[in-house]
C-alpha cells in the first residue's frame, strides 16, 4: 500500500505536481493564519463597495470569460451578442440600484449598484434623473441586442397599438368637448329667456302704476346671470323704454297642420309630411347577424379559406359582412445549418432536420370563388361580392335578410342629406337605405339626367313615382315645371291636374316627337335669354333677371315604346336635350324594362352618366346599363344599384316605396289649391316654330348648292348617274354628292327609286 502510495504521489510526474500544490497551500495557510481573516474582510469590503449587490453576478460573469479565454475564445466573436447584451443589463441593472442602500448595519452607507451603478448615474441618485434614464436605456439596448427582430416588432406594435388609441380616443373626445358646449349654450340661452321674461314682467308692472311711479316695495331687486358672471339688476326707472319681445317668446298655439313654406312671389303652400303614412307602422323582424356571420366564417374554414369578420353593415334588404383574408400556415421540414452554412449532423451521422412553418395571406380570388358554396351554406339565392369595398381594406359580402324592410318615402326626406339639397335650391330625389342603413339622396341638377332600367316588377315605376312625389313635396310650380310621357296610360296620369305640368300627362305617342321639338325649341330660347343678360347657367340668370327660369323635368316611363315608332327622332331629341340642356335648366328621367342596346344606344348612354338599374336577367343587360355586371343578382322590389359619375363602384341602395294612396294625398294637395296663375310654356307653338326652322334651313341648303347646275349637265349627259360618279366628276365628298342626287330626284332630273 504504501508502495503504491509513493509510486502515485511521488514517482508519477501529475501526481508529483499535485503533492508540491497541496504542500505549498498548506504550508501558506500555515504560514498566514494570522492576517488572513483581514484579507477577507478587505476584499468583501472592495467587491460591495465596486459591484453592490452585483458581485455575485459579476464574479460569475469573469469566472465565464476567463474560462472562456482559456478553453474557446472563438466564441467571445460568435456570440458577440450575448456577451454584449449580458455587460449591458447588468450594467444598467447595477445603475437602478445605485439609486437604494441597505438598513443593515456597517453596510448603510454602501450603494446596492456599487462604484460601477454611481459611475452610470454620473453621480445622481435622485429617482427621476438623467441617471436613471442612462440605466433604462442600457438596459433597453441589452435587450434589443439579445433579439433584435423580436424586440423591434413588439416596439412597433406597442407604437401602432398606441397611436390607434389615440384615434379612437380623438373623435370621443370631440364629441363630449361638443355635447359641453351645447350643453353649455343652452344654460345660457334658458337663462337669457329667463330674464327677458322678469324683464318684461317688471316693465309692465311699472306700467300699470300711476304717475308718481313709487317703487313697489314687494319686488326686490333680484340676480341674474348672462355668462359666467353674475351681476344685480335694480329694478328700471319709469324713463327707461320697455323692450320689444323676442319673436322666438311668442307662442303659436294654432300650429299649422302643413309647412308654412310659402314664397313671397308665388304663394303656394308646399305639402306637410303629414300626408304620408306613418313609417313607425311597419314592425321590422330583427335578423341574427352574428349567427350569420359564424357561418360564413365557417363555410370558408372547411375549404381552406380562413377569414375574419372585422364589420357587419345591416340594411333594409342585405347586410353586408366586412372580410379580411387570414393566413394558411404550412409547415416544411429543413436541415439545420450552422453559422458557417455547414450541415449539423446528429450522434446517428445524419443531418438534423426542423421545422420551419411558412405564413402566405388568403387571396382574394378564393374567396370569390367560393361564392356557390357560401350561398348553398347560407340558403340565399344569389351573393353579391365587393372586392375590396370602397375606401377599406376589406371584402364585402351582401347577404340578403332572412326579413326585408320597407324603405318609407318621409324616412328619407326626413334626413340631413335631403334637408341640405333643400336648403340649397336644389331638386331633391329621395333614393333609399344603402347596405349598412344610411338614407341616400341626391340632387337632379348635380346628375344632371337620370337613366332607370330593370325588368318587369323590379320596381321601375315604384322609383319613378317615388321621385315625383319627392319633387312635388318640395318644388313649387314657379321653381320647376313637368312633362309626363306615359306609354303605358296608367302608371303617370294619376298627376294629371297639378300645377306643374306644362302639359296633360301625354299618352299619345304620334304628338311625342312634336312636343320633344318643342322642348328643343325652349331650349334654344333660354339660350337667347341667358346670353342677353350674359349668365352661363339658369342658376346664374335668375340672380341677375326678375324674371326666373323655372327647371325642365322631361319623364318618360318607358322609352322602348318610343324607340319603336320613331327611333332616328326620339333618340335625336333626347341626344340633343342631354347634351345641351343642362346649363338651361332641362333634365331628363327616363325609364325602360328592356335594356338592349337598340333601345339604350350608345348617344343616349354617353349622355346619362348617371343610372339606376333594378334586377335584370343576364350580365349582358346589367353590362348595358351600367357597363358592369352585378344587376343580375339584384333581389327586385326595389333592390337597385345605383352608378354616379361621383363614385367608382354602383351603390345598393333599397328604394323608396311610396304607395297609391299616399299620391292621391299629394296630387290631391295641389289640385285643390287655387294659387296664382303660372307662365305657360306652350310646347305646341314652339315645336311649329322650331319644324318652320328646319324646313327654312333644308330649303336654303337645297337652293344654295353651286353645283346644282353642274349635276344636271352631268345628269343630261350620263345614262347612269350615281353618287360615286358624281364625287369623281365634281371632285366633292359623299354628303354632298348623295344632297344632289336626292336634289336632283325632287326636281325630276332622275327617277325616284323605291
Known sequence: MINFLVKVLFKNRLGLKFTLSCSLVVLFLLASNFWILDFYNATVTFLWNFFGVGYLPSCVCGLALVLTIRHKPSTLFTKWRFWTSGSLILTGSLGLLSGFTLSIENLEDIQLGGLIGNTVRLGNLALFSVGTLTSFLLLFLGICITAPKKSTRAILQ????????????????????????????????????????????????????????????AIEPYETSTGSEGRETSLLEPSQPIPIQASYLIEDDNDPTEQDIITSRTKWVLPSLDLFNNDEDSVNLPDDHTEVGDTIKSCLLEFGVPVEIKQINPGPTVTMFGLTPGWITKTKHSREKDQYGNLIKGLDGKPILKQVEEKTRVKVDTILAREKDLALALAVPSLRFQAPVPGESLVGVEVPNAHPQIVSLPSIMRSANFTDIVDKKGLPIALGKGTGGDAHSIDLTKLPHLLIAGSTGSGKSVCINSIITSLLTHISPWDARMMLIDPKRVELTAYNGIPHLVTPVITDLDNVVSLLKGVIQEMFSRYKRMEAVGAKNIQTYNKKSSEPIPYFILCIDELADLMMTAPYDVEKSLTRLAQLGRATGIHLIVATQRPSVDVITGLIKANFPSRISFAVASQTDSRTILDSTGAEKLLGRGDMLFASPTEAKAMRIQGTFVDDDEIDRVVTHWTSQKGPPVPEIHLAQLSAEFIAEETVKTNLSHENDELFDQAIELANRSVNLSTSLLQRRLRIGYPRAARLMDQLEDSGMLPQKD
Open 158 to 217: 406597442g407604437c401602432l397599438k398606441t397611436v390607434r388609441l389615440f384615434r379612437q380616443a380623438i373623435p370621443y373626445g370631440i364629441t363630449t368637448i361638443r355635447g359641453l358646449i351645447f350643453i353649455l349654450r343652452q344654460i345660457r340661452s334658458l337663462r337669457q329667456q329667463r330674464f327677458q321674461t322678469k324683464y318684461e314682467e317688471i316693465a309692465l308692472a311699472h306700467d300699470g302704476k300711476d304717475n308718481n311711479h313709487e317703487p313697489d316695495p
